[in-house]
């Protein structure tokens, strides 16, 4: 099916609005606190996200543990002998550590550290240096190894967690964009009504000094000219109504703005176009594409199989395989002799090693993939679900498109011909070949098919938005960035 139509014209010649749907849809998306605090989580999101992947970066430590410790009076008392022989010593010690870490593709761990340790005797001016250099590495082969790591998991979790963070932000904005527009057309709506109501008192107030006048010659009766009168007072009421139900719109309007006090004026805003519409098959390929709502279960789909993933590798043995190089030496100085006679022992040490546990029963992890598997055959029902449901919207855009766009068009016919028939209906009466119910028929018939006409366009409007809410074109319309 090629295109339906293409575009419509829906020409408004009665009022217009100081305020477009357009500066309308602005204002809201500037002043909607409901967006604003959504903005802010989504920051939020983002930031989490940058605070995981550095647990992937370098860590950098700096600690001491009893960095300085001092002891005043330590007693030493033995026997030996010669008797028993107690002495007091004053002492100092130091201790201090910096390493450097990082964690490496496939869940393994480099690190390297520097430590000293120091213990100075006050009493007989001696001193011991201890200086340690390490070098490791740590690799697990099969539970948390490669893409199972922890940070690994984490960091693909945060960008799925981020993914949907900003597909909640862009729903936000569809759906706010979406009621602004709604809200601004069925102001349309009830001012357009008020209009045309406006133009039935005008009718039914000329009417009804046509009939006194022809009463007072003798040409009507009193019936006809009660008749009359009672026309008036409906179009009155009707007016009341439709204004009323013009200042609720607006105020709705004016709500969905939060813009506060704001005065819609009339102004220019000679026509309304609709867009083509496709063809069901292209129409539903690209909501499919830009539905929220798939997006969201899509993303939830990914994190589900990564959860499932992870809980399966749980099971495995832990077997880790580490290696590295510790280098300590001990003297009267740091890395250094002050003296040629200075006592000083290095000592060399490699090593290579295999870790190896494993959880026989690991009832908890069982239980955990079990319902990991359970979470992604219930996500999976509510995707297929989600995608029948969108097939039936869509085919119900399509259905009402064509039978809204044929109602305007007869419509738009039977305003022409009932406006033919008021004009002559109207020069009837005031020849004396047309009576007066005659002539309220033909005026009922032409404001009638004026509200019909109008309510047409307004749900083609309607429908318009309600299809670019589902195929995303709202933010290309209006120009609208959510990253």
């Known amino acids: 099916m090629?295109?339906?139509?293409?575009?419509?014209?829906?020409?408004?010649?009665?009022?217009?609005?100081?305020?477009?749907?357009h500066e309308a849809v602005l204002i809201a998306v500037d002043k909607n606190p409901s967006l604003k605090i959504e903005k802010i989580s989504l920051q939020k999101d983002s930031l989490q996200f940058q605070s995981v992947k550095s647990d992937a970066g370098f860590?950098?430590?700096?600690?001491?543990?009893?960095?300085?410790?001092?002891?005043?009076?330590?007693?030493?008392?033995?026997?030996?002998?010669?008797?028993?022989?107690?002495?007091?010593?004053?002492?100092?010690?130091?201790?201090?550590?910096?390493?450097?870490?990082?964690?490496?593709?496939?869940?393994?761990?480099?690190?390297?550290?520097?430590?000293?340790?120091?213990?100075?005797?006050?009493?007989?001016?001696?001193?011991?240096?201890?200086?340690?250099?390490?070098?490791?590495?740590?690799?697990p082969l099969l539970k948390n190894a490669w893409g199972n790591s922890n940070v690994d998991y984490a960091i693909k979790v945060g960008r799925i967690t981020l993914s949907l963070s900003a597909e909640q932000f862009r729903q936000k904005v569809l759906d706010i964009v979406s009621n602004v527009r709604t809200a601004y057309w069925d102001w349309v709506l009830a001012a357009q009504t008020a209009a045309i109501r406006s133009t039935e008192l005008a009718y039914a107030a000329n009417q009804l000094d046509m009939q006194r006048n022809r009463?007072?010659?003798?040409?009507?009766?009193?019936?006809?000219?009660?008749?009359?009168?009672?026309?008036?007072?409906?179009?009155?009421?009707?007016l009341m109504n439709a204004e009323y139900e013009e200042r609720s719109s607006r105020e709705s309007l004016l709500l969905e703005l939060n813009a506060g006090p704001l005065q819609l004026q009339t102004a220019e805003e000679p026509e309304i176009r609709l867009d083509p519409i496709p063809n069901t098959d292209s129409l539903f390929a690209i909501a499919r594409e830009n539905s929220s709502q798939l997006r969201v279960l899509d993303l939830t789909q990914n994190s589900l199989m990564l959860q499932y993933k992870k809980e399966t590798n749980s099971l495995l043995p832990e077997v880790n395989i580490e290696t590295g190089l510790n280098n300590t030496t001990y003297g009267t100085s740091f890395f250094k002799d002050d003296n040629a006679t200075s006592a000083r022992e290095n000592i060399f040490d490699p090593y290579i090693g295999i870790r190896f546990s494993y959880d026989v029963l690991a009832?908890?992890?069982?239980?955990?993939?079990?319902?990991?598997?359970?979470?992604?055959?219930?996500?999976?029902?509510?995707?297929?679900?989600?995608?029948?449901?969108?097939?039936?919207?869509?085919?119900?855009?399509?259905?009402?498109?064509?039978?809204?766009?044929?109602k305007m068009i007869i419509r738009t016919a039977e305003v022409a011909i009932a406006d033919k028939g008021y004009l002559q209906a109207t020069e009837g009466f005031k020849l004396g070949t047309i009576d007066n119910l005659s002539l309220i028929k033909a005026k009922n018939d032409l404001i009638t098919a004026r509200l019909n006409l109008l309510t047409s366009r307004i749900n083609l409007k309607k429908l318009e938005i309600a299809v670019d809410k589902a195929t995303g074109n709202t933010l290309r319309r209006f120009n609208i960035a959510t990253q």
């Open 2 to 21: 090629n295109y339906i139509f293409a575009f419509f014209i829906l020409a408004f010649c009665t009022m217009s609005f100081g305020i477009t749907e």
């Open 59 to 139: 860590q950098v430590l700096v600690a001491g543990t009893n960095l300085v410790e001092l002891h005043p009076a330590t007693q030493t008392s033995y026997t030996s002998a010669a008797g028993k022989v107690e002495s007091t010593e004053k002492t100092l010690e130091t201790a201090i550590t910096g390493t450097i870490s990082r964690q490496i593709p496939g869940g393994g761990s480099l690190s390297a550290s520097l430590s000293g340790n120091s213990d100075k005797n006050f009493d007989s001016s001696d001193a011991a240096y201890t200086t340690t250099a390490r070098v490791a590495l740590s690799q």
């Open 363 to 406: 009832r908890k992890r069982r239980h955990a993939r079990a319902s990991a598997s359970l979470s992604l055959a219930s996500n999976d029902i509510d995707r297929e679900q989600e995608i029948k449901q969108l097939q039936i919207d869509i085919r119900n855009f399509i259905d009402a498109w064509h039978q809204d766009s044929t």
């Open 215 to 238: 009463f007072r010659v003798g040409e009507g009766t009193e019936m006809d000219t009660l008749s009359a009168a009672l026309e008036h007072l409906r179009a009155q009421e009707n």
